[in-house]
């Protein structure tokens, strides 16, 4: 079984900057494919970075160069570092992880934190 637990959601004035973390409770970094993704209010769960198990990276367009993912290996982290945040990136951030890429992309994965929520304030 693998636990999930985000955390460094919280309230931020557009163009500013948070990290989400993603604590796991076993070594899943390299061996899964893991992603953030976001709920906004009304809208549907929607991911916006996925991290494959070769360390490469996919971004949502509405993300690109703004949002950064990346895992700690040591700690079993991953991170996601939000950049010139605007007030759409609002919404609840979820991470998630699978051993299938399709599923991470298409938000079926098997495993799913509790998610943080994060606030963007013009």
């Known amino acids: 079984q693998v636990e999930l637990i985000e955390s460094g959601g919280g309230s931020v004035q557009a163009g500013g900057s948070l990290r989400l973390s993603c604590a796991s409770s076993t070594d899943v970094l390299g061996r899964f494919y893991m992603g953030w993704f976001r709920q906004a209010p009304g809208k549907e769960r929607d991911w916006v970075a996925i991290?494959?198990?070769?360390?490469?990276?996919d971004y949502a367009d509405s993300v690109k160069g703004r949002f950064t993912i990346s895992r700690d290996s040591p700690s079993n982290t991953l991170l996601l570092q939000m950049n010139s945040l605007k007030s759409e990136d609002t919404g609840m951030y979820y991470c998630?992880?699978?051993?299938?890429?399709?599923?991470?992309?298409?938000?079926?994965?098997?495993?799913w934190g509790q998610g943080t929520q994060v606030t963007v304030f013009s």
């Open positions: 991290i494959n198990r070769d360390a490469s990276t």
């Open positions: 998630a992880a699978d051993y299938r890429r399709d599923k991470v992309e298409f938000g079926r994965p098997d495993y």
